[in-house]
């Protein structure tokens, strides 16, 4: 099976889903290819990452139970339609049916903050300002089917982002494809977002104007993440704070970040 076709049944396979020869050919196939183990991880820990969450939260016993069965539901269509990151999304927004529940009566927006408050709880407070945004907006987000035309995409951008496609669309890894670029709000933060997709997994790069103290040091590159499910790298450059995050290992993470600076700093002078 080719890469592609191993990341379409990963969510399967890790459900105990897949025939018997399906489920063979995955797992050897993750003994060799450190890129599709890689995003195993990951995404294991991702799983495990809601379940915490889920066991956090002051809610009756029975909805913990809900909750691990609503992640690995056997017969949940919701990760066979659009994969694992938007399932699991589904799970934290499905924690709406704690609001039934609980005596605080809590928004899916509390309820989405609470999950990116656990994810970033350890990670540098400069980087975890890109981290934040990337999974506001592009983990809890349905993408439309078939992706957009590049070309339609780049000619409805404003310029800030039509400069930043042609850099993501080089540097990404092989497979993703730019399916969204815009700009973007969040917490009284503006961003210029590009987010690439491959199968279930995401890329985003990230660009907003640091506010006073924050910053990196000079012109070197940070990075963190990788054994969380998500990684984070950044730099700043011309006023700006630019960030990748993906659910790729910590590795490539800040390799493709490190390809796309030349370019990068140039687009943004």
């Not at 489920?23 to 183990?37: G, I, M, P, Y």
């Not at 957009?148 to 497979?175: N, S």
Request: glycine share 6%; hydrophobic share 40%.
């Amino acid at each position: 099976m080719s890469c592609p076709q191993i990341l379409e049944k990963l969510d399967r396979y890790l459900d105990g889903e897949l025939p018997a020869g399906d489920a063979s050919a995955v797992s050897r196939h993750l003994e060799t290819c450190h890129e599709c183990a890689a995003v195993r991880t990951n995404r294991t820990a991702l799983r495990e990452r809601m379940r915490r969450l889920a066991r956090d939260a002051d809610v009756p016993a029975n909805m913990h139970t809900r909750a691990d069965a609503r992640i690995d539901s056997e017969t949940a269509p919701a990760y066979h339609r659009r994969g694992f990151l938007a399932a699991a999304a589904a799970v934290v927004l499905s924690f709406g049916a704690y609001l039934s529940w609980r005596s605080t009566h809590r928004t899916d927006a509390e309820l989405e903050k609470d999950y990116i408050a656990s994810v970033v709880s350890d990670i540098p407070p400069v980087l975890s300002i890109g981290l934040r945004q990337h999974i506001h907006c592009a983990v809890f987000r349905h993408y439309p089917n078939p992706a957009p035309d590049i070309d339609e995409l780049t000619r409805t951008a404003d310029a800030q982002c039509a400069a930043l496609i042609p850099v993501m669309r080089q540097h990404v890894p092989r497979g993703f494809q730019v399916v969204m670029a815009h700009r973007c709000e969040y917490e009284g933060r503006q961003y210029t977002h590009v987010i690439a997709r491959h199968g279930v997994s995401l890329i985003s790069l990230l660009v907003t104007r640091p506010r006073q103290g924050e910053g990196f040091k000079g012109t070197s590159m940070d990075s963190a993440g990788g054994d969380r499910g998500f990684s984070v790298a950044g730099f700043e450059t011309s006023g700006y704070l630019v960030y990748v995050v993906s659910d790729l290992n910590q590795l490539p993470n800040y390799s493709t970040l490190d390809a796309m600076a030349p370019a990068l700093r140039t687009a943004l002078t």
